[in-house]
């Protein structure tokens, strides 16, 4: 019985391949992919058989920004719903997608844990997939309704919490952690039992924050994109309890997911205006198993971060937002949790030149002169620092891989974004 429903399910994914391939190929309104391939001096033949699939060239970022956005709508113009837009943190500029109709997201936003009134103060739901949201509240089989409030205004979204009695609160973790202040004064944080993040890294120390504040609520870590228009990578109820970054699936609506030298590869293909074939997400999982234990069939992936965003590649050095979060953390009555790091070329032959910028303690300041609380920062980042298991950051700087940190004190950070950004690389080698 359960082999023939691998091979029911093989059949099915064959068969969505092949609808999805004949539909780009054959399609009328753009010849997007068809030059594409062409490009590629594959034919036509080549194409539409679904066992060459995994040999198809992958599709970048970067193409879809170097055609005009109507060159690659795949529908009548009048079947256009809505256009979404990346807030461009990460090439730094937005990435912008035509949206169709979608009969069906597959995706029960309660997350089977029994919330009913859900509280969205998350960017990307609250500028374009609200719509879309509603849907997938009245499809799924919890039925929820979602209260789209004001992510830039918490002191009003507190309020509106308390009025409709919110049991769940969509947003990032920043946001969430910023709500938690105006949510004490105007309800109730214990009353929240979901925490459904998305959009940034959920690093360890950010969970704990998050637990101290909503100390009732499961946290769920979600993975979606504004390419995508969906989440489309979620936690089952045994890995929310398990407090892991880890996720399954969601089949369908995603024909089929690759993880290549640890990148997510998505091929998806419920948004007929731009359907993606093998995109390139520049997100990292890896591939845990196939189960995690709760029945859920399929591979289980664990979030590995951004490239650029999440880790750097600095001297031969992966910098990792987890780990530089562990040493700021014991530094943060200095840094208040608000700080930057730069890497930039040196020209000296002292390493790659690392900037911290800090937004003014001015509590610290007032009590400290400026100059002793650089020291205490440099010091400390120089000996508690550990850029590998063996080696902290005064080693590196011995070996001329980096030179001593500067400190500099700012009014705001020079490298601005909607999210929150910690690494920031002015390298090449990236």
Wanted: glycine share 4%; proline share 4%.
């Amino acid at each position: 019985m359960f082999f023939y429903t691998i091979i029911s399910d093989m059949e099915k994914n064959i068969k969505n391949t092949e609808e999805l391939l004949s539909f780009v190929w054959h399609n009328k309104f753009s010849d997007f992919y068809r030059k594409k391939y062409y490009a590629a001096s594959l034919s036509e033949k080549y194409i539409l058989n679904p066992k060459n699939f995994d040999k198809l060239p992958f599709l970048t970022r970067q193409e879809l920004e170097s055609v005009p956005l109507d060159e690659r709508l795949f529908v009548d113009s009048r079947e256009i719903q809505f256009v979404a837009y990346t807030s461009g943190t990460s090439s730094g500029k937005p990435m912008i997608t035509y949206f169709a109709n979608v009969d069906d997201y597959y995706f029960d936003p309660t997350l089977d844990l029994g919330v009913r009134r859900l509280l969205i103060i998350h960017p990307p739901l609250n500028k374009h997939f609200h719509l879309t949201f509603v849907q997938q509240c009245i499809q799924s089989k919890n039925r929820s309704f979602p209260v789209f409030a004001d992510h830039q205004n918490l002191a009003n979204s507190a309020i509106i919490a308390d009025e409709i009695k919110a049991d769940a609160v969509y947003a990032t973790p920043t946001i969430a952690l910023m709500f938690g202040e105006f949510l004490g004064k105007y309800y109730d944080p214990k009353k929240i039992k979901l925490l459904a993040l998305g959009s940034e890294t959920l690093t360890l120390m950010r969970r704990n924050q998050l637990k101290t504040i909503y100390p009732n609520a499961q946290i769920a870590d979600l993975y979606g994109s504004a390419e995508i228009g969906q989440y489309i990578l979620y936690p089952c109820s045994k890995i929310i309890a398990e407090e892991k970054s880890w996720f399954h699936i969601l089949q369908p609506p995603v024909i089929k997911t690759e993880i290549i030298n640890g990148e997510l590869i998505i091929t998806y293909a419920n948004n007929k205006a731009m359907p993606l074939i093998r995109y390139r997400t520049g997100d990292f999982f890896e591939i845990i198993g196939d189960n995690c234990g709760c029945g859920i069939k399929g591979q289980v992936l664990a979030w590995s971060g951004k490239k650029d965003v999440d880790k750097i590649k600095a001297a031969g050095v992966e910098i990792k937002i987890d780990d530089m979060e562990k040493v700021f953390n014991q530094i943060s009555h200095l840094t208040n949790d608000k700080y930057q790091l730069h890497f930039y070329e040196s020209y000296e032959k002292l390493g790659v030149k690392m900037v911290v910028e800090i937004i003014e303690p001015a509590a610290v300041l007032k009590i400290l002169p400026a100059e002793t609380v650089r020291e205490t920062i440099i010091n400390h980042l120089m000996n508690n620092w550990f850029l590998s298991p063996t080696a902290k950051l005064k080693d590196a700087v011995v070996k001329c891989l980096f030179s001593t940190p500067e400190v500099k004190f700012v009014k705001e950070f020079s490298f601005k974004s909607d999210k929150i950004r910690r690494l920031v690389s002015h390298l090449n080698e990236n």
